[in-house]
């Protein structure tokens, strides 16, 4: 049995704001649930600045930006205003996805290859200020191929299709591609989107995935059993999950 090499956990903490933007209040705080989360073994922060400001604002981001001492990792859609905060911000990691107001959350990955040239040109921009970025994207060869070709660093594969239907085999064995195929041609590979103490060994498990980002199912289970508790839970079901090497 071989160990896999070690995969970082970066927490989303958007929905402590969702929250407290529920009575436009000041607590819960998502910055001090970032710090309870680095606290319990967090590698990262992530949080996404939507244009509706629906859960995280931009007061969050900016004492995010000063409050985190492992990585922020800003989520935004490709925008001129998304852009220009993030080239003044600096954050160590940007990754771009998609953003429809009208969704719940982010339903799909970023179409790279219809948009290629704005990808791009984001990208450049963000590379020009020292910023390591990454595409979420759906697990398609098409759509990794063009994340490199752009210049990302990165790719963030969008584990939706796995969460919702685990165990139907096809999206783990996309994801499994998508992951291998990126790591071969030099991007960096990253996951997240549904993912929980429940369904995410399967994707811990695949070797070239190096950074999950998991929120949803974590901001809510530290409602029951508190936010360190519930960080920690995911990072031993991930590091489980590679010790065994048994999916
Ligand atoms: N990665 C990206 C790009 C996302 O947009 C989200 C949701 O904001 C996540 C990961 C985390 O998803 P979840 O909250 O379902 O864990």
């Known amino acids: 049995?071989?160990?896999?090499?070690?995969?970082?956990?970066?927490?989303?903490i958007d929905h402590v704001a969702t929250v407290r933007q529920a009575r436009r209040s000041a607590e819960p705080d998502p910055v001090a649930a970032a710090v309870l989360c680095e606290k319990a073994g967090a590698d990262g922060i992530t949080a996404h600045l939507r244009e509706d400001r629906r859960h995280i604002q931009d007061d969050d981001i900016q004492r995010l930006a000063t409050t985190v001492t492992t990585v922020l990792n800003?989520?935004?859609a490709i925008t001129d205003d998304m852009l220009r905060l993030a080239e003044t911000l600096r954050p160590?990691?940007?990754?771009?996805?998609?953003?429809?107001?009208?969704?719940?959350?982010?339903?799909?990955g970023l179409d790279v290859v219809g948009h290629r040239e704005a990808v791009q040109a984001a990208v450049a921009r963000l590379k020009a200020v020292g910023i390591r970025t990454s595409l979420f994207i759906d697990a398609d060869e098409a759509a990794v191929r063009v994340s490199k070709d752009v210049g990302a660093d990165a790719i963030e594969l969008h584990?939706?299709?796995?969460?919702?239907?685990?165990?139907?085999?096809?999206?783990?064995?996309a994801l499994k591609a998508a992951?291998?195929?990126?790591?071969?041609?030099?991007?960096?590979?990253?996951?997240?989107?549904?993912?929980?103490?429940?369904?995410?060994g399967?994707?811990?498990?695949?070797?070239?995935?190096?950074?999950?980002?998991i929120g949803h199912a974590i901001v809510g289970r530290s409602i029951f059993i508190g936010m360190e508790r519930a960080v920690q839970e995911i990072r031993e079901a991930m590091d489980d999950a590679r010790a065994a090497d048994r999916f």
């Open 1 to 12: 049995m071989t160990s896999l090499r070690y995969q970082r956990l970066y927490v989303n």
């Open 179 to 200: 992951a291998a195929l990126g790591a071969s041609i030099g991007l960096a590979v990253h996951a997240g989107h549904g993912l929980s103490v429940h369904n995410v």
């Open 74 to 76: 800003l989520e935004c």
């Open 92 to 108: 160590a990691q940007v990754t771009l996805v998609p953003e429809r107001r009208e969704e719940i959350t982010t339903e799909g």
């Open 202 to 213: 399967p994707v811990a498990a695949i070797p070239e995935i190096e950074e999950l980002n």
């Open 159 to 173: 584990t939706g299709p796995y969460s919702h239907a685990p165990r139907t085999g096809g999206p783990l064995a």
